[in-house]
């Protein structure tokens, strides 16, 4: 029995188990995606141990092989976002038992964020274009919903709006994979990769990437297509909006880039410079505009979602950079950005939770009445805006580097200046939330919102005093299995005999 | 080829209404012609003309069968299709319960 169709298939078997087992007794729809998402952990945790030796595994989908089977193809950079997903869902999860508390249909909350996680798993593990498609639309739509799930007048339009967005993504992309089966007859990412080779820097070849990008960067919310994010991501449940901005767009917008660029249609720095400085011109645009734009935000939450934006803006520059020190700090930074995004937003939650308000103005004085959440805020906020010895700062570090490595000192300069901005905006919301005195009524946020922030907290202080060990054993390995380039299909062929 | 160009072309039609539409139907209306756009096109990418049904039997050797792939897809993207469409227009009914309106320039809540 292999472990890789569980990543998805348990995710799945539980959120259709929701709806049964939460109108038998409420409270086990809660416990079950917790259940659930704790032993994805386990099994992210196993994953990334096993790829230390085996640099590819391949599981055959009802056992045919590809390239006319479907297959699921876990390699390095799988591992990471696998181990990502699940200790986001898990925090959110076990935010979400009390958060929740005063929605009605929880089972209804539970069974879409197993199923976004569903979609979110199946899309970093599999090897096969259509595939990528269907799990990218059930974690799309599952999002959808979610957006809308308190059904106020606001958070209906925002989901309106990002659906009709994402759509546009959705559809694009499907167009693009329509467009590639009719040149190459195949679906399969390693057997595509094989194909593509031949028709190379053809017009048909660049108008396929342009038309992947442009569906992606909908999906990652980079500017200019970023304007449903700030909307939807605080519109959600506090829980839902740390997913979305913690690993939510990564996983449509970022991985998916990554993988197709490197793996599938083969592209490096050293090949197609003009590519590589689109991606830095976009990210740079997204860092300086959204972050700019954080600036003028009164609400706590869109704040963050404009943070967000900014934030991806960095891992598109380390992918554009291109080189080792440049990917590795880009995939660090997925890391280091969802446990600091996700904690904000699980901080954002205990504060509407125990105000009612997430207005800057009418909020202060917290600092003291909700210590536990003021301090992991803290600590998310210095990890965020880049302050050693915490996580965030090693993964601006080796992008940086990597800038340096590559002759690019301007933009090390110019990443280093923006980043000024992270911590402008951020101390916005220390300033009036935590620091500024005044009157207020707030009791303390519940004990498992607690301990899903501070499960947050002492991942983002170890990862941050044992980055050496992170980069050696997971972000490493994961930067060199997107490096690793047209060898990804020898890869997945050469390793069907291998059964996992 | 012509007939690959029409469907681009339909695509095109669908995210002109997407854009330039102000009732939220009529979008939703622009998604749908869109979905069909590009399930059309991968039926048409598996046609072959006088081709048969690809069931492998005794008598026929393999040599004219259409390609059955597309049309499996078809089939996925147009369930997923159906979760998009029916997702949007219930959402556009809470909508119109909220604002007592289909135009979206009236319904202006959020900021920028």
Known sequence: MSFIPLYFALPLVSAFLTPILGKIYKPLAGLLSLITSFVLFILALYGVAITQEVPLLVYKMGNWSPPLGIVMAFDSMSALMVLTISIVVFAGALFSLRYMSHYTGQWKFYTLLMLITAGMMGLSITGDLFNMFVFLEIAAIASYALVAFGVEAEELEASFKYMVMGEIGGLTFLLAIALIYAKVSTLNLADISN????????????????????????????????????????????????????????????????????????????????????????????????????????????????????????????????????VAGAIFFILAHALAKGLLFLTSGAVVYSTGTRDLKKLAGLGEKMSTTAWSWRFGFLSLAGIPPLVGFWAKFYIIKGALKADLLWLGLVAIILSVLTLAYLLKIENSVFMKKGKSDAKPAPFTMRIAMVFLVVLIVLLGVGFQQIIDFIVGPAAHALLRGLEYSQLVFGNIALNF | MLIFASCIL??????????????????????????????????????????????????????????????????????????????????????????????????KKLKG
């Open chain 1, 195 to 326: 194909a593509m080779q031949a028709i190379r820097g053809t017009t048909f070849f660049w108008m396929i990437i342009g038309m992947m990008l442009f569906a992606f960067s909908i999906k990652a919310a980079l500017v200019p297509f970023h304007s449903w994010l700030p909307d939807a991501h605080p519109a959600a449940p506090a829980p839902i909006s740390s997913l979305l901005s913690g690993i939510f767009i990564k996983v449509l917008g970022i991985y998916t880039t990554a993988r197709l660029v490197f793996n599938v249609f083969g592209l490096s720095r050293a090949t197609d410079p003009l590519f590589f400085n689109i991606l830095i011109g976009l990210g740079l645009l997204s860092i300086a505009f959204a972050g700019l734009t954080a600036l003028n935000q009164g609400d706590y939450k869109r704040l963050l979602g404009f943070s967000s934006v900014s934030q991806i803006g960095y891992i598109m520059l380390g992918f554009g950079i291109g080189n080792y020190e440049g």
């Open chain 2, 10 to 107: 339909l695509f095109l039609i669908g995210l002109y209404a997407i854009v330039t539409k102000r009732n939220l139907i009529k979008i939703a209306i622009g998604f749908a012609l869109v979905e069909y756009a590009v399930n059309l096109l991968f039926a048409l990418i598996g046609f072959k003309k006088d081709a048969l049904a690809p069931i492998i039997t005794r008598l026929d050797t393999p040599h004219n069968f259409v390609d059955p792939i597309p049309q499996a897809l078809v089939l996925t993207a147009i369930v997923i299709a159906l979760g998009t469409t029916a997702l949007m227009l219930a959402v556009i009914m809470r909508i119109y319960g909220r604002y007592k309106t289909f135009d979206i320039a009236k319904i």
